[in-house]
């Protein structure tokens, strides 16, 4: 069966510090893979997608990017985290099936101090 | 662009009542539409779907939702809510975009006393 790993499952970082969170699917090949960002009160908004290896779709513009250097591997980063960067990154994968439907990973809880 | 709207940012109900979770959609094409449930600190759990077959769907944990296109509506509902029902629950639209992403609500949490 497929599985979705994150992590870290919270982190705590000061403003200007680098960010890195990782995420790992396992059980399917060349899934569609995803990052979303929780706030309070707002939903979900999609930040980046990626349909195959080095290929990185951006839906919002913001202090963040992603990069997938393997199939199955997607990783959310930045270079300066501003406070406005705070919140709940889930990821997610999908097998790009007319559906849609996207599996969630259990979500990394960023807080910039 | 598909969008969906979830009326009521909060829901309490008592244990062993009817659950109801408003979501209206909009749409240009037929919808694939979502429920997911989350609990505190936890990612998503798709509940149930609809793919455009049967109008009514069933899903986990008890809960269905019935398509009704004529009210642009995707309602949840569960006969007799349980205390493990409480958490926030997310209504989504595919984005027909070829790239399965979908677009979600801002969610409905659901509150249930005993």
């Known amino acids: 069966s497929q599985t979705i790993h994150q992590w870290p499952a919270t982190l705590v970082q000061p403003v200007g510090s680098p960010l890195s969170l990782e995420c790992t699917v396992e059980g399917t090949s060349n899934p569609n893979l995803y990052w979303y960002r929780q706030a309070a009160g707002r939903g979900l908004q999609l930040l980046f997608y990626s349909v195959g290896i080095g290929q990185i779709s951006s839906e919002v513009p913001q202090n963040l990017s992603a990069s997938r250097p393997q199939d199955r591997q997607f990783i959310l980063s930045s270079k300066k985290l501003l406070l406005s960067d705070s919140g709940f990154y889930l990821c997610?994968?999908?097998?790009?099936?007319?559906?849609?439907?996207?599996?969630f990973g259990e979500g990394s809880r960023l807080t910039v101090l | 662009a598909q969008s969906v709207t979830q009326l009521g940012s909060h829901v309490s109900v008592s244990e062993g009542a009817l659950v109801l979770l408003r979501c209206n959609y909009s749409?240009?094409?037929?919808?694939?539409l979502f429920w997911y449930v989350q609990y505190p600190n936890q990612g998503l759990q798709l509940l149930l779907k609809y793919t455009s077959a049967a109008t009514l769907v069933k899903g986990i944990n008890g809960f269905e939702a019935e398509f009704k296109k004529s009210e642009t509506s995707f309602h949840l509902t569960k006969p007799s809510a349980h205390m493990s029902d409480a958490a926030e629950y997310f209504c989504?639209?595919?984005?027909?975009?070829?790239?399965?992403?979908?677009?979600f609500g801002k969610g409905t949490m659901l509150l249930v006393s005993p």
């Open positions: 997610a994968w999908g097998q790009g099936s007319f559906t849609g439907e996207l599996f």
């Open positions: 989504a639209v595919r984005v027909n975009s070829g790239y399965s992403t979908l677009t």
């Open positions: 749409s240009s094409v037929p919808p694939y």
